[in-house]
Nanobody, 122 residues
Framework: QVQLVESGGGLVQAGGSLKLSCVAS????????MGWFRRAPGKGRESIGI????????YYIDSVKGRFTISRDNAKNTVYLQMNSLKPEDTAVYYC???????????????WGQGTQVTVSS
């Protein structure tokens, strides 16, 4: 079983920045697609972006393009989510997830972290 642990959430003012980390256990991290998701109050889970096994390719939803950056360090079994120019509507619980090479939508991911709360004040 793969375990994922997120960290770095907290309270930040609008316009500020926050960096989340997700550390994965095991030896299979380099062969995974990693995704970041979030769940805002009263809303369903939303995909934020995806990074491929090597970190050479990323995908972001339109609402975070230019503000959020996903990266990974396979030597450390860690994926990051750098969030800049944060807005109150970014307030949510943020999750990382691990899946196979073809993983895209939430149902295609195999393992999930516990989530970390990000609150953006106005």
């Amino acid at each position: 079983q793969v375990q994922l642990v997120e960290s770095g959430g907290g309270l930040v003012q609008a316009g500020g920045s926050l960096k989340l980390s997700c550390v994965a256990s095991g030896r299979t991290f380099s062969s995974t697609t990693m995704g970041w998701f979030r769940r805002a109050p009263g809303k369903g889970r939303e995909s934020i972006g995806i990074i491929n096994w090597s970190g050479s390719s990323t995908y972001y939803i339109d609402s975070v393009k230019g503000r959020f950056t996903i990266s990974r360090d396979n030597a450390k079994n860690t994926v990051y989510l750098q969030m800049n120019s944060l807005k109150p509507e970014d307030t949510a619980v943020y999750y990382c997830a691990s899946g196979g090479l073809r993983s895209r939508v939430a149902r295609e991911y195999d393992y999930w972290g516990q989530g970390t709360q990000v609150t953006v004040s106005s």
